[in-house]
């Protein structure tokens, strides 16, 4: 069984910063990735970032220069710091992550709310 749960989400201004955070119930050091998608009213969900096993990320065009993505493999967490916040970053933000070894597979967070106001 592999658990994901979120936090950090809240409500704040246009402009300000939020960081979410996913802890990972089994290791992330193997896993071959951990990102973060957002689901807004009426809206696809949208892969907001990622980052893969050798450090690499990947960042949505609407969030480059504002989300940064770490992990950290220690704590079995992974990070969205989210600066320079805007109304259209409102949503649901979930994590998750593609195991390897034992626990193959991906996992899902049940999500955590941020809602931006203007």
């Known amino acids: 069984q592999v658990q994901l749960v979120e936090s950090g989400g809240g409500l704040v201004q246009a402009g300000g910063s939020l960081r979410l955070s996913c802890v990972v119930s089994r290791s992330i050091s193997s896993a071959n990735a951990l990102g973060w998608y957002r689901q807004a009213p009426e809206k696809q969900r949208e892969l907001v970032a990622r980052?893969?096993?050798?450090?690499?990320?990947f960042y949505a065009d609407s969030v480059k220069g504002r989300f940064t993505i770490s992990r950290d493999n220690a704590k079995n967490t992974v990070y969205l710091q989210m600066n320079s916040l805007k109304p259209e970053d409102t949503a649901v933000y979930l994590c998750y992550t593609d195991l390897t070894l034992t626990y193959r597979g991906r996992y899902w967070g049940q999500g955590t709310q941020v809602t931006v106001s203007s």
């Open positions: 980052i893969i096993s050798d450090g690499s990320t």
